[in-house]
């Protein structure tokens, strides 16, 4: 049995919520340098400049890449082994939202109730945690603040087995070409298939915390990623949505066993800077 | 953006003449005097021009951004302050419009219902980079606190700008230049 006091979890989401947000992965920044030099469109291609000298700016002053600085999504992996004290976890993670994101002159984009109040919380809590327990005795975290430019365009759809590959690359280009310029291309796509309807949303999102370019370790699903990309890419959609040849970074799909009679699949984009960051206690 | 693209420099409070010159896929720079104003100030805005009431902003002339910052550091202007989501305020438009506002500025598409809007009342809709909201707070040199405070990043606020970047978007005779740009690159 491991102890880990949770000041230190909040501590470290805090820091976390910052790093996000202020610094552009080096994987995506390496992506949109590579995709500027091809970039066909004139103006995608200064668009792409621009968002480069954005994620230099940012990094140099440590204020946000983008003014949405998200709803904060936590992915937490908890091994086993771990026995947390000094209060309660998901308030800890909470505290530490907060703490990041008021410390950290982030905004605060969380309303209360979504239908009657919509009152600010102010402190950009809750956050949407997702925990796991996993062999082990660290606590891995991932916290991906994310957008509603982005998310707002994302979709899930109960396919029928016999729709197959097709039905799901159709689907998930349909959703690319149907968002355009909103959700802040060049993108990033996270597919989730199998499952119920939950699981498959969750992995959509899940698949969003890989660095840019993993790929999915199975074969045929690494060669679907491929396609997706290519096929997204050829809508023409292009960076800021105002044509050219850049419309997604990459294409992440994750999958795990479902029903004889479902093929959920969901769709949950990203916007360009794709921001991530993590950490291991 | 391009190094070849002509820019075209323009004030705000926009002109008739300034706007009519507009055409969908310029580039341009902004100086003067911009509003921002998204979805709760929107709502708010609309539900007292249903009840009669005086808006605590004269939209004549004007052009709205649709930001909502973050707090600014110690010693900045603003914080990071960059384009959202346009389509959200598409439902208010319309009536903005009618009260004489001339020009937005955002990301996305915009309905069939902005566009008509834009037309019929000679205004302009503009773009920015989404994303790239650190580049852009360094074209706003000045702000004012309007209205609604309490709404916090959503509050009204008056940005004076300098050269703030944009792309003309839809024009005043109702080109969409998201249309034109992502046909042109299209391979399907």
């Known amino acids: ?281 | 953006m391009s190094e070849q693209a002509v820019i075209k420099y323009i004030q705000a409070p926009l002109s008739a003449e300034t706007i009519k010159d507009l055409r969908a896929g310029d580039v341009v720079r902004i100086s003067g005097y911009i509003y921002t104003a998204r979805d709760a100030a929107h709502k708010r805005l609309y539900e007292a021009l249903g009840r009669g009431e005086q808006l605590p902003l004269d939209l004549k002339d004007n052009v709205i951004y649709y930001v909502g910052p973050t707090p600014a550091k110690p010693g900045e202007i603003v914080g990071s302050a960059g384009p959202t989501t346009s389509g959200r305020m598409d439902k208010y438009t319309p009536t903005m419009l009618e009260q004489g506002l001339k020009g937005m500025i955002g990301k996305g598409l915009r309905s069939q219902e902005v566009i008509d809007a834009c037309v019929k009342n000679g205004a302009v809709y503009f773009v920015a980079i989404g994303g790239a909201a650190a580049v852009i707070a360094q074209s706003i040199v000045e702000e004012k606190m309007i209205a609604y405070e309490d709404l916090g990043p959503e509050a009204i606020r008056r940005y004076k700008v300098k050269d703030f970047p944009a792309i003309v978007c839809i024009d005043s005779q109702g080109n969409d230049f998201y249309k034109v740009g992502i046909a042109r690159y299209s391979r399907e």
């Open chain 1, 1 to 281: 049995m491991r102890e880990i006091d949770v000041a230190s979890v909040r501590d470290t989401v805090a820091e976390l919520c910052m790093e996000a947000c202020y610094y552009l992965p080096s994987a995506v920044l390496n992506k949109l340098q590579a995709a500027e030099s091809t970039e066909e469109s004139p103006l995608g291609k200064e668009i792409l400049g621009t968002l480069i000298e954005n994620a230099q700016l940012a990094k140099k002053k440590a204020v946000p890449i983008c003014q949405d600085t998200g709803l904060t999504v936590v992915f937490i992996e908890i091994g086993q082994e771990v026995h947390f004290t000094g209060g309660d976890l998901y308030s800890a993670i909470h505290a530490g939202v907060a703490k990041g994101y008021t410390e950290g002159y982030l905004r605060k984009s969380s309303v209360t109730d979504p239908v009657f109040v919509r009152k600010n919380t102010g402190d950009n809590t809750p956050a949407i945690i997702h925990a796991s327990i996993v062999p082990g005795d660290k606590v891995h975290m991932i916290v991906c603040p994310k957008g509603c430019g982005s998310e707002n365009m994302g979709a899930l759809k109960m396919l029928k087995p016999a729709d197959g590959v097709e039905g799901i690359i159709k689907f998930v280009v349909d959703t690319v070409r149907s968002a355009g310029p909103n959700p802040c291309p060049p993108i990033t796509v996270g597919v989730g298939i199998g499952g119920n309807m939950e699981k498959a949303a969750l992995l959509a999102k899940y698949s969003l915390t890989r660095q840019a370019g993993e790929h999915n370790p199975d074969p045929q699903y690494a060669a679907l990623e491929e396609k997706l990309l290519e096929l997204v890419n050829a809508t023409g959609v292009g960076p800021s949505g105002l044509g050219g040849r850049t419309t997604a970074l990459a294409v992440n799909v994750e999958y795990t066993a479902t029903h004889i009679g479902g093929l959920p699949v969901a769709v949950n984009l990203n916007c360009h800077a794709a921001r991530r960051a993590e950490a291991v206690l």
